[in-house]
């Protein structure tokens, strides 16, 4: 029995250890690696396989076709972005990233997606202009853009001053179940990600408000001062856009109409 | 997604969370034991320092822990912490988990009259002996379901290392659940976590009844 035992463990360790090893991650060499929020379609997220795809993922994976890089996807807790990014554990944050707002916190590419912060409200709501939200609960994600501009004096803090409360949470999946469930009243977001989760729930329940919060872009962050590899990746975002990977890459993820790359 | 590639993609991740599972307990116990002795110790300064060890490892959050670990050799030494993510995770769950079960081996081997000692003195036992053939082998019956305990709630734990990154069972739950835009995956979830636990209080009786021997 104790001998069995032993033989047990042992495989477990040695299970564990195989685990360990393959699971050990850098930035050296050749290798690109990408941090994203894997919950963020359409820019980065799981798909039918199993495997992380999404609109930007598959744009950073054409830039590493282009340089000979092998591209490393690090799924990255949002909260920690910044740690992740200056402790070198990954080389830029690609995901559907705010430039607006975080100009001087990063060193930015040049921007590829027009985006504004919207307004998801539900159908029956009645709720159809921002006047309508006062004295209502608004879900926001916790240190999203959409949650800067409604903290920013001089942006939307005004608005979100007539909410009831303002609700953060951690992804959307949640905010949008308890949008369902009648526990939040509307949710603030970038409208990419919104008009996603609308599609996938069927497109009847919720509606984006006319009003838009703001209007913004997305670039690709590196830590500040990395301006070689920013250099770099503008280069080949040039070459994409000029070979038409850009383009059929936005028609693929429904974002034709959000682009701005020149 | 198909219900079986959900079930295949958690499965991986639940590999995962085992691995956290496996390895913090291989380190964590006898960590524990070395700790519970400097708890005990006679001497002040190795007391004191293992007081600390104990209090501030259990008075804050084992996240914020993780965090610390993984994140502190950056903005101490500015050195790059690539590949220093998945042993920072079973660093952090190893400290905090020596402290609980410091705390549980004390409470094990103070619990043993002193009358054993002094009879086992008697006997012409040394300190060690009376340690290992007397006080230990009851000392491991008295905190088996205190260690149970703990072990169950390090399976549940093993969710936070989602806080460096780590893409273990319960975050690829959340990472389905967002691009499906569906709950079920946190279903699946909970039955991983059910089964896998139930597997761990079956073993842990085992072997409760195997030392049930007086």
Known sequence: ?262 | MSFQVILQQMGLGMLKTVGIFVLTLLFSMPLGFIVAFGRMSKNIVIQGITRAYISVLRGTPLMLQLMVVYFLPYYIFHISIGGWRYPAIIVGFTINYSAYFAEIYRSGIEAIPKGQHEAARLLGYSKVQTFFRIVLPQVFKIILPAVTNEVITLVKDTSLAYSLSYIEMFTVAKQIAAAETSMLPFAVAAVFYFVFNLLVSTVMNQIEKKMSYY
């Open chain 1, 1 to 262: 029995m104790k001998k069995k035992l032993i033989c047990l463990a042992g495989a477990m360790i040695l299970g564990a250890m195989m685990l360990a090893g393959c699971s050990s991650s850098g930035s050296s060499g050749n290798t690109f690696t990408v941090g994203f929020d894997a919950e963020y379609p359409p820019y980065g997220y799981m798909d039918e396989n199993g495997d992380y795809t999404g609109f930007d993922l598959e744009l950073a994976q054409a830039v590493c076709d282009l340089e000979g890089w092998t591209l490393v996807k690090q799924p990255i807790n949002w909260d920690n972005k910044d740690n992740e990014l200056n402790s070198g554990a990954i080389d830029c944050i690609w995901n559907g990233f705010t430039i607006d707002g975080r100009e001087d916190d990063y060193t930015w590419s040049v921007p590829y997606v027009d985006n504004s912060q919207v307004i998801v409200v539900a159908k029956s709501s009645g709720i159809t202009t921002f006047a309508d939200l006062s004295d209502k609960t608004v879900g926001v994600q916790a240190a999203s853009a959409a949650l800067e501009v409604l903290q920013d004096e001089e942006q939307q803090k005004a608005l979100a001053d007539t909410f009831k409360t303002l609700q953060e949470f951690g992804d959307y999946n949640t905010a949008f179940t308890e949008l369902q469930a009648g526990s939040v009243d509307a949710i603030a977001m970038d409208i990419g990600v919104a008009q996603y989760q609308i599609a996938s729930r069927g497109n009847d329940e919720f509606i984006i408000l006319d009003e838009h919060l703001n209007s913004e872009q997305y670039g690709v962050g590196f830590k500040l001062g990395n301006e070689e590899l920013r250099d770099k990746i503008n280069a080949d975002l040039k070459t994409l856009k000029a070979n038409g990977t850009f383009d059929s890459l936005a028609d693929k993820y429904e974002l034709s109409d959000m682009t701005c790359l020149e």
